[in-house]
């Protein structure tokens, strides 16, 4: 049995720990009953005086309101990642994920009333930077444009008619990060 699992490969270490850590959190704010997922896991509107507002605006990526919000993320994270992660590498794949969340924990606690959890802008931007992955250096491929505009689209029309508890804008957001990434990281 311990040759066999001699035989497991950590093969992609940002997207894995990422995984894990997401999963720790889900378990220490299902066992806290959701206080951990106020106070470190989510993202909302507070002074900016507040210390825990700039944890949160990194934090919230991990935290995740049920088993299917975190499943529905790490599913797709896992799929599409370790191809990332080969392609770019560990540390831009780290700096990929810092900069997304920032940028959209920002923006969303600057035009938003609610909460932000979970990695689901994260997903965007790997859905829409993995379109981009096996191109000719200074060509746009029709896959992008395509998924672009089916999910990016999909959200925006979503955010205007949609009432539910699924935040379009992070959705936009991390597709647009992703865009701007296929075309400003060195491959």
């Known amino acids: 049995m311990l040759k066999n699992l001699k035989k497991i490969q950590y093969n992609s270490p940002v997207i894995l720990s990422f995984t894990f850590l997401a999963l720790l959190s889900f378990l220490l704010c299902y066992l806290t009953n959701g206080v951990l997922t106020r106070l470190l896991f989510s993202n909302y509107k507070t002074s900016f005086l507040d210390p825990m507002q700039y944890v949160r605006l990194f934090s919230y990526i991990l935290g995740h309101a049920n088993w299917a919000h975190f499943s529905g993320n790490f599913i797709i994270i896992l799929i599409i990642g370790p191809m990332l992660e080969e392609k ?52 746009i491929p029709l896959t992008l444009i395509i998924v672009f505009f089916v999910f990016v689209g999909r959200e925006i029309f979503g955010g ?20 701007l990434f296929a075309f400003k990281v060195k491959h």
Do not use: P, R, W
């Not at 969303?108 to 909460?115: K, L, Q, R, V």
């Not at 205007?160 to 865009?179: E, K, P």
């Open 88 to 139: 770019y590498g560990s540390k831009v794949i780290v700096q990929l994920i810092l900069i997304t969340a920032f940028v959209t924990g920002i923006i969303h606690t600057i035009f938003s009333g609610t909460a932000l959890l979970g990695a689901s802008g994260i997903v965007y931007m790997f859905i829409i930077l993995g379109s981009f992955t096996n191109t000719e250096k200074g060509k």
């Open 160 to 179: 205007a008619f949609a009432q539910d508890n699924i935040s379009q804008l992070a959705h936009i957001i991390g597709g647009c990060c992703g865009a």
